[in-house]
């Protein structure tokens, strides 16, 4: 979703190049866990840990897990690209 | 909770001591009424003295935390750490149907509703990535602000706030009425007074401190329905496997489900028709639906102001990001312990109840039976006497319940666990306080997302912008009871549809938000028209489909091609033309009980996810209609920038 960039300077088109492709990462990771996964839930219930089949256990636990450790992640990352660029709050 | 301004740093300095002294005195105020128990204090007595304790501590910290500064009101002068913002967030988010009704959802359901606990998690990826950083960065104090200074001024503040007030105020009806059944369940008060009592509970947080009292008290909330929540799920797994962690050991009450299917199905207890295995796919939902239904939910979170403007509170956009995935570390506690509630209790009916004689009935049910909320064999399970009759009346019953004779309402699942695990009363008064918790706090945050947005967009910002801050701040809270007053009025008539529209509050937020804060944020060649027509094709077409399939059901099919919807296995729901053909077929604003009502629609998609198909149509309109209008000044794009960026002074500058 870039598009016109007059006025911007290199720097900040180069901070929000690296955060538009953080963003498309971190999507990836939350449709994989939140859909594609999913889709293969019968086939992965045949595999059972502790009791739980693991299709069940995905969308009960696994995923969420995911979804949670995904967010610590990007706020570290984020920080560590607007720090790169000098533009981090102080 | 200081009242000075020059108090609160020492406040925020001690919030760990302040919040650990707070959740220390809960814990010895829960041990004191276990004592008093045991001293024979009469269970009506125990729940009183837990709904009014808590009620009045929320009540002193709202009381404690009133202010007359219009950026406390509205932000709580942006100074809620990270991690407190994350437990309030929490409470914010969780509610009564999160707490009460989700284990019973998925007692239910089994797999499929867990579309449901993924829905109402992974939306925070989308909060964080997406939306809520870079409105804290703009500034504003509503949703409505960015969408006002983004797309050209009041029209769409005014398109942005009619959005907000639909979904909220459906979203917090229900949780006024949620307060009513769990204080009327717990206490036996009549429904209709006890809608009162909690909207007092809620109008004392909120009223005098706005977002700033509401804040503190959330935490508080949190603490408690937390604690309530894992409490009698915790000991159960103690007692049954002897692990305190039920998210580990309800495994093994899965496996043993499975098999106890199998045992059920052999012996004639059930039929493969009524019997759904726990652990199947796709048994209620279609394939489509469970996963339309997660991505409307996911994407409704990124929508709903009451959350993102909770976001607005953080001292910094890093700590905003922080915020995001504690709030979502602190609902993931409850949300990964609901499916351990209902795999305990599946059991617990499966091999107790199912298969038994009707006569060897456990006695926890009765108390559920008489309020109506578990049946045998047709009858409210009030007695041995009445259940034991009522099967005799079944020709051919042979005298054992089977899995078609029993019928449980879903809220009993989470509020009569302390009773199958053999607790002291105490251990369900707490699950009473929490559940009245979750209720009161996600009703404080929608409130004042309503009553904000009526106050400052469109009295402040539309009607009388030289309005003097003291007018201000007693606008937004006369502003606040006539809403809270109308909620609560409207709850006491118990409408019918108020689980669903839960759902569909979440479905309209994203058919009319999302494509707007998205493309604003991330697309500078966004233009006014442009989301203006996005939000009113994508809000107006979800509006359209909702009230169509639900209330006019007869006309979608008759004028917009609408089909029957199917069930997972193909076949249709109704069989249309005999529907059709039937006297009533064209009626308008139908009952739920009406054999077409939410049964028809487009591409066999359930209305509660209708921001599937409001969300596409709203960002295909922002594209195309800004791609056909002038590009934003190069003004507006500089602001962009600034929003992108962390570093410097936030966009708007709101004079306090």
New interface residues.
């Given amino acids: 979703?870039s598009?016109?960039t007059?006025?911007?300077s290199a720097n900040?088109q180069a901070?929000?190049r690296k955060?538009?492709n953080l963003?498309w990462t971190?999507?990836a990771?939350?449709f994989f866990?939140?859909?594609v996964i999913?889709f293969f839930?019968?086939a992965l219930?045949k595999i059972?840990?502790?009791?739980?089949?693991l299709?069940?256990?995905m969308?009960?636990?696994g995923?969420?897990?995911a979804?949670?450790v995904?967010?610590?992640l990007?706020?570290k990352q984020?920080?560590k690209i607007?720090r790169e660029f000098?533009?981090?709050?102080? | 909770m200081a009242t000075q301004t020059s108090n609160d740093g020492s406040f925020l300095q001690n919030l760990g001591k302040i919040y650990g002294l707070y959740t220390g005195g809960f814990l010895a105020f829960v041990i004191l009424l276990a004592i008093l128990e045991q001293m024979g204090v009469p269970n009506r007595v125990l729940g009183y003295l837990f709904v009014f304790f808590t009620i009045a501590v929320y009540a002193i910290i709202g009381v404690l935390s009133r202010t007359a500064q219009v950026s406390e009101y509205y932000v709580a002068g942006r100074k809620v750490p990270a991690f407190y913002n994350g437990m309030a967030t929490g409470a914010d988010w969780m509610s009564a149907a999160s707490f009460v009704g989700m284990a019973g959802t998925l007692f239910l359901l089994g797999?499929d509703g867990?579309a449901w606990?993924?829905g109402w998690?992974?939306g925070?990826?989308?909060v964080?990535?997406?939306v809520g950083?870079y409105l804290r960065k703009f500034g504003a104090y509503t949703v409505p602000d960015f969408m006002s200074f983004r797309f050209g001024g009041n029209f769409a503040r005014f398109l942005a706030v009619v959005v907000l007030v639909c979904c909220s105020f459906t979203y917090v009806t229900a949780q006024i009425f949620g307060t009513g059944i769990i204080a009327s369940r717990f206490l036996g008060m009549p429904f209709e007074l006890a809608v009162f009592v909690g909207l007092a509970g809620i109008l004392l947080c909120s009223m005098l401190g706005g977002m700033r009292a509401v804040t503190w008290t959330q935490i508080a909330q949190y603490i408690v329905l937390i604690v309530a929540y894992l409490t009698p799920i915790v000991i159960l797994s103690t007692k049954k496997y002897g692990i305190p962690i039920p998210?580990?050991t309800?495994?093994?009450?899965?496996?043993?489900i499975t098999v106890r299917e199998q045992q059920m199905l052999k012996d004639g207890l059930a039929t493969a028709a009524n019997l759904k295995p726990?652990?199947?796919?796709w048994l209620t939902y279609t394939q489509l639906n469970?996963?339309a239904i997660?991505?409307c939910m996911?994407v409704g979170t990124a929508s709903l102001p009451h959350i993102l403007m909770r976001y607005f509170t953080t001292p910094?956009?890093?700590e905003a990001?922080?915020s995001?995935?504690w709030s979502?570390?602190f609902i993931?506690l409850l949300?990964?312990s609901a499916?351990a509630y209902a795999a305990f209790s599946k059991l617990e009916v499966y091999t107790n109840i199912i298969g038994r004689n009707v006569s060897d009935i456990r006695p926890w049910m009765f108390t559920w039976g008489e309020l109506g909320l578990i049946q045998v064999c047709g009858k409210n399970a009030a007695s041995l006497d009445a259940i034991v009759a009522a099967c005799k009346a079944i020709a051919g019953h042979a005298g054992v319940v089977r899995l078609q004779d029993f019928s449980i309402n879903t809220d009993v699942i989470v509020l009569s666990t302390p009773e199958i695990a053999g607790l002291p009363y105490v251990v369900s008064g707490l699950v009473a306080a929490g559940g009245l918790a979750a209720a009161l706090s996600t009703a404080d945050g929608l409130l004042l997302a309503i009553a904000n947005a009526l106050s400052h967009d469109i009295y402040y910002k539309m009607i009388d912008p030289n309005a003097p801050t003291v007018k201000r701040l007693t606008v937004a809270r006369i502003l606040l009871v006539v809403v809270a007053v109308a909620a609560a009025a409207t709850a006491a008539t118990r409408p019918a549809d108020i689980l669903a529209m839960v759902g569909w509050a979440f479905s309209l937020a994203m058919a009319g938000n999302f494509p707007a804060l998205v493309?604003g944020i991330?697309?500078?060649?966004a233009t006014t028209p442009g989301a203006i027509a996005g939000m009113i094709g994508g809000f107006g077409i979800a509006i359209l489909y909702l009230v169509v399939t639900r209330y006019f059901p007869g006309f979608g099919v008759s004028y917009l091609g609408m089909s029957s919807l199917t069930n997972p296995a193909g076949a249709p729901l109704v069989d249309l033309a005999k529907a059709m053909a039937a006297p009533n077929a064209m009626d308008g604003w139908v009952a739920a009980s009406h054999p077409l009502a939410s049964k028809v629609g487009w591409f066999g998609i359930t209305n509660i996810a209708v921001g599937l198909i409001g969300m596409p149509v709203g960002f295909a309109l922002i594209y195309i209609v800004s791609l056909m209008t002038k590009?934003p000044s190069?003004e507006m794009?500089?602001f962009i920038?600034e929003i992108?960026?962390?570093?410097g002074r936030t966009v708007l500058q709101e004079k306090d």
């Fill in positions: 979703m598009s016109t007059k006025g911007t900040d901070h929000w955060t538009t963003m971190h999507l990771i939350w866990f939140g859909y999913h839930a019968p219930n059972v840990i502790l009791g739980f089949p299709g069940f256990y969308a009960a636990q995923s969420l897990i979804f949670v995904q967010l610590f990007f706020a984020q920080d607007d000098g533009v981090a709050e102080d | 797999y867990l606990v993924l998690t992974g925070y990826v989308l964080s990535v997406l950083p998210e580990l309800y495994g093994q009450a899965i496996a043993d726990h652990i199947q796919p469970f996963f997660i991505l996911m910094s956009v890093r990001r922080q995001v995935a979502l570390f993931f949300y990964f499916p493309m991330w697309w500078k060649r590009e190069a794009q500089a920038d992108r960026k962390p570093r």
